[in-house]
C-alpha cells in the first residue's frame, strides 16, 4: 500500500514538476506573452448613467500592462491634458484600451504624444458595445446629463467599432470558449492570469482568431436585432454631436483572421462592408482599416500572440498612422 501511495505521490509531483519547467521555459523563450485579465480596481459600474465606465484616477493592470486614469474617467498618458486645446473623444472596447501594451505605446497613447494640437480623451473599456458608447457621449456632450467638468471643447468623436461591439445581450456561453469559461469560473481566470502555458495549449489546439470572427460576423444580418440595435446607437451618437456642433467618425476594426493574406480578402470583409453602406445610407461618417491594415504584412505580427482581436506593440504602431493621416 505504501509503495502504491509513493508511486502515485512521485508520478503526480513529476507531472507537476515537468509542466512548472514547461511554465519557465515559455517565460523565457516567449516573453511576449503576457497574463490576461483586468483588475476590476479600473472599472467604476456606474460611471456614466448607469453604465460601467473607467474609474477616476485608477491604477491597475490590464493583461499585464499598467493603467492609469484621471479625474475626467479616461486613460491618463504621458503627455498631460491642457486645457486651452480642444480634444478628440474615443470611443472603442479593448482594443481601444489597448490590452497587453504600455498606455503610451497603443495607438491611442501615441497619437497622443505626437499631437500638439489635440488632447486625445480615451474612455475604452474592456466589454464595451454600442450601448456603452451612447451612454459615454451622452455623458460627455449632452446638455441633459452634463459632467461637472466643462466638455464644450471637444471637437470630434471617434467610433473605434469591433466586430463584437454588435453584442448587446449575447449569452456568453454561444462565444467560442464560453462553455470552458462558465465551467471553469472559479479557476480560469486565475489560469490565464499566471500560467503562459495555458496560452501556448490552447494556440496550438484552436484557432480562436477565426472562431471569434465566424461567430461574431454572424450577427451583421441587416435585419437582425442585434444588428438594428447598433445602427440605432450610432444614429443616436450622430444626433447628438450634430446638436453639440461636434465631428463624428465610425472606424471600422479589422480580426487578425481577416488581414491573413492567403485568404480572399473579398469573402471576409462582408460583415465591415455592409455596415459600412448602411451607415453611409444614413450619412454617418465611415472609414475601414481592413484594406490597410492587410497591406502591412504578417497579420499575426500585429496580434497579441494567440490573440485575433488585440494589437500588439507593432500593430498600434502602424494604425496609429494610418488613424493620424485618414481620420484625425
Not at 491634458?81 to 501615441?110: E, P
Not at 443616436?236 to 453639440?244: A, D, P
Not at 445610407?281 to 465611415?286: H, K, L, S, T
Request: net charge neutral; with cysteine.
Amino acid at each position: 500500500m505504501k509503495k502504491t501511495v509513493l508511486l502515485i505521490l512521485t508520478n503526480v509531483l513529476s507531472v507537476i514538476g515537468l509542466f512548472a519547467l514547461m511554465e519557465v521555459g515559455v517565460r523565457v523563450i516567449m516573453p511576449e506573452i503576457g497574463p490576461i485579465g483586468t483588475e476590476k480596481t479600473l472599472i467604476n459600474d456606474d460611471a456614466f448613467n448607469g453604465r460601467g465606465g473607467l474609474a477616476k484616477n485608477a491604477e491597475g493592470t490590464s493583461n499585464g500592462a499598467l493603467v492609469q486614469t484621471d479625474e475626467r474617467r479616461v486613460i491618463a498618458y504621458s503627455r498631460p491634458f491642457d486645457s486651452s486645446l480642444n480634444s478628440v473623444l474615443f470611443l472603442g472596447d479593448s482594443v481601444t484600451m489597448g490590452l497587453g501594451v504600455q498606455s503610451d505605446s497603443t495607438f491611442a497613447g501615441l497619437l497622443s504624444g505626437s499631437m500638439d494640437s489635440l488632447n486625445v480623451l480615451n474612455t475604452a473599456l474592456i466589454g464595451y458595445n454600442g450601448t456603452d458608447y451612447k451612454a459615454v457621449v451622452d455623458s460627455f456632450l449632452s446638455v441633459k446629463s452634463p459632467l461637472e467638468y466643462d466638455w464644450q471643447n471637444v471637437e470630434q468623436v471617434v467610433v473605434f467599432w469591433c466586430l463584437n461591439d454588435i453584442y448587446k445581450d449575447v449569452p456568453p456561453s454561444t462565444i467560442p470558449g464560453g462553455m470552458t469559461r462558465k465551467f471553469g469560473a472559479g479557476i480560469l481566470p486565475f489560469i490565464r492570469r499566471h500560467f503562459r502555458l495555458y496560452q501556448v495549449l490552447k494556440n496550438a489546439f484552436f484557432d480562436r482568431s477565426r472562431s471569434y470572427y465566424e461567430h461574431d460576423a454572424f450577427y451583421y444580418a441587416p435585419f437582425g436585432q442585434y444588428y438594428q440595435h447598433a445602427i440605432l446607437m450610432l444614429e443616436k451618437i450622430q444626433k447628438i454631436c450634430n446638436e453639440q456642433g461636434v465631428g463624428l467618425q465610425v472606424v471600422l476594426l479589422p480580426y487578425e483572421y481577416q488581414l491573413r493574406t492567403h485568404l480572399p480578402a473579398d469573402s471576409l470583409n462582408i460583415p465591415q462592408e455592409l455596415f459600412k453602406k448602411d451607415l453611409q445610407a444614413r450619412n454617418i461618417p465611415v472609414t475601414d482599416a481592413f484594406s490597410f491594415m492587410r497591406s502591412m504584412g504578417d497579420s499575426k505580427e500585429l496580434y497579441l500572440y494567440g490573440d485575433g482581436i488585440h494589437f500588439s506593440n507593432a500593430g498600434h504602431r502602424v494604425f496609429a498612422e494610418w488613424v493620424r493621416r485618414e481620420v484625425l
